[in-house]
């Protein structure tokens, strides 16, 4: 069963702490995302990576880093956490990027809470 | 800028009618839609899609719409049943960005008995 994994459901922070949220992925896409989802803003990415040690600013990057060392693998990373950064987060996974049609097969989420 | 929205936050329909979902863009260069579907503490499933040189697509239920003069799209759901009861998200495909999603706000769809 194809699946992306997300390590924690939940997580509790406190303001400042660097905070490092993992995904794995056993389907050898190529392509890998995070987004968050907020109420009435919907999802928005953060980040995505088209190869391993590539990456690409979303539509909100400000905050966050991440890294892709191997291919199943994608990390965000909020490297000084703030309130404002409690959310829900989503990786994402996708074969290839080149025909619009991107089926992404999301994780079950990591529900963040930074205090 | 919100490229892709979704004016009605929630709907209520009663199980067995029509369910229609609605969705507005506004950039004219995308080039494909999604409709995923979210249940609580899981994440989003892909549900059905549209190219843009197509103004309907049909999966069992499940229809989506296209108008692009309107920049439009519609997703209908008929019969409705209580597990269609989620989130649903509309999606857009830009090419020229790189076929990354955007995503709308989402409706949250309730089928009642």
């Known amino acids: 069963d194809v699946k992306v994994t997300q390590s924690s459901r939940y997580l509790v922070k406190r303001t400042g702490e660097k905070v490092f949220l993992e995904c794995v992925q056993d389907?050898?896409?190529?392509?890998m995302f995070w987004y968050r989802q907020d109420p009435g803003l919907g999802l928005r990415l953060i980040y995505f990576?088209?190869?391993?040690?590539?990456?690409e600013k979303g539509d909100i990057p400000e905050g966050y880093s991440v890294s892709r060392e191997k291919k199943e693998r994608f990390s965000l990373i909020l490297e000084s956490a703030s309130t404002n950064q409690t959310s829900m987060y989503l990786c994402?996974?996708?074969?290839?990027?080149?025909?619009?049609?991107?089926?992404?097969?999301f994780g079950s989420g990591t529900q963040l809470s930074v205090l | 800028d919100q490229q892709v929205k979704q004016n009605s936050p929630s709907l209520s329909v009663q199980e067995g009618r029509i369910s229609i979902l609605n969705c507005d863009y506004t950039?004219?260069?995308?080039?494909?839609f999604l409709w995923y579907k979210k249940y609580p503490a899981e994440g989003p499933t892909f549900l059905i899609s549209?190219?843009?040189?197509?103004d309907k697509n049909e999966d069992g239920r499940f229809t989506v719409f296209l108008n692009k003069s309107a920049k439009h799209l519609s997703l209908h759901i008929v019969p409705s049943q209580p597990g269609d009861s989620a989130v649903y998200f509309c999606?857009?495909?830009?090419?020229?960005?790189?076929?990354?999603?955007?995503f709308g706000t989402g409706t949250q769809l309730k089928v009642e008995l």
């Open positions: 994402a996974s996708s074969l290839w990027v080149g025909q619009g049609d991107e089926k992404l097969l």
């Open positions: 389907m050898d896409h190529e392509n």
């Open positions: 990576s088209y190869d391993v040690k590539m990456k």
């Open positions: 950039n004219s260069m995308f080039d494909y």
């Open positions: 549209i190219s843009s040189i197509k």
């Open positions: 999606a857009a495909s830009d090419p020229g960005g790189g076929n990354k999603l955007t």
